[in-house]
């Protein structure tokens, strides 16, 4: 199974790295990918410094065991950020859009969660 | 793909048109339908004047190039609400429930997002 | 159709149970199942006593005519909280994780709906 996380605040930056950690770390449900997908100017510079970075790299290192995590940021809220692609963490990646990301995952069986 | 866009506050109705336009102009996710479903009073009553009916407008003008756009607001909330169906701008549809909707989009393939 | 809850407020275990009901009652959506996913500490407390008490009780009561209701809550969110699973309602029941259980259902063709 995959799951998709929606992010748009930074309160919910917060805490998504603990919600993708429970979700790996539940031997009931096997989980094979987890992204998480941002559609906000303000999450993404939340993201390029401090505990933001921090959530960032948790998320992009929670993988392992055959599961595969992405983090992305939508191509529209980099352009209200502060904050550029290179500002971030390596392996955090533009999606197209936000909604079309979240619309293409779910419509490839991913099951999405608004933490 | 066919995307349902969840709206249940007035802050949530002031961007969603933005999140739907975003959406169609994604060349990289080919979406048929959207549909906006509201199951709040008060986004309804914020729907009928002003900026909020400028959203709603631009939610229903927003298709074309094959792509159908929907407003419906729950027919739950619509008691709760002063104003009326009338009220609201033409194309606007009542849903049976607004969770009704959302589930049977759902069921029938549409992802679903909330903005 | 079944169509999953996911609640992580106590605002929104406040009107979940008038969702649950609206969905139960839309004759032009036959659902079979309504679950609640509860994934916070804070509002496992709430669902022990008082007014959150009675929400849950209410859902819990609201199945009928074929459609099965259930109430789960979080592992992890249980260890957060001051209430135990011995506090909440009879029939409650505690899920491996909040974020398994909405991949779950939701891979098992559940809607999801973000009250």
Known sequence: MRTVFHVSTVDQLSYVDAKVRNLLADDAVPVSAVAVVVDSGAVIDAAADGDGRERVETVLAA???GAETAFRVCANALRGATATLDDLPAGVEAASSGVGELTRL??????????
Chains 1, 2, 3 share one sequence.
């Open 63 to 65: 993988g392992g065991d």
């Open 106 to 115: 779910q419509h490839d069986g991913w099951a999405y969660v608004r933490p």
